[in-house]
């Protein structure tokens, strides 16, 4: 089992910046590929951004690319999500997670272990 802590939430001002982070307890934290998903209020949660267990291959959603970056450090247990040019629609609680088998980067049900989530808000 994979114990899951984001941090790095907080509210700024539409265009700024945030950087999100995952620590994930475990040996086997390498052998996961890692999400980024967001629930926004009153909205179904929705994928965000994946990484695979090497971190050669990410994938974003089309409402998220060329503004938000996932990364991770295998050697920390670390996951990362910058997030740039934030809009008042990025608002949500954003959790990560992993994601169970390689296949379906998108789809919710492919991600097991989750964290508590970590709030956003974007103002305008």
């Known amino acids: 089992q994979v114990q899951l802590v984001e941090s790095g939430g907080g509210t700024v001002q539409a265009g700024g910046s945030l950087r999100l982070s995952c620590a994930a307890s475990?040996?086997?934290?390498?052998?996961?590929?890692m999400g980024w998903l967001r629930q926004a209020p009153g909205k179904e949660r929705e994928f965000v951004a994946a990484?695979?267990?090497?971190?050669?291959?990410?994938y974003y959603s089309n409402s998220v690319k060329g503004r938000f970056t996932i990364s991770r450090d295998n050697a920390k247990n670390t996951v990362c999500l910058q997030m740039n040019s934030l809009k008042p629609g990025d608002t949500a609680v954003y959790y990560c997670?992993?994601?169970?088998?390689?296949?379906?980067?998108?789809?919710?049900?492919?991600?097991?272990?989750w964290g508590r989530g970590t709030r956003v808000t974007v103002s305008s």
């Open positions: 475990g040996r086997t934290f390498s052998s996961y590929g």
């Open positions: 997670a992993t994601h169970r088998s390689g296949q379906g980067w998108s789809t919710i049900s492919e991600y097991n272990y």
């Open positions: 990484i695979s267990p090497s971190g050669i291959s990410t």
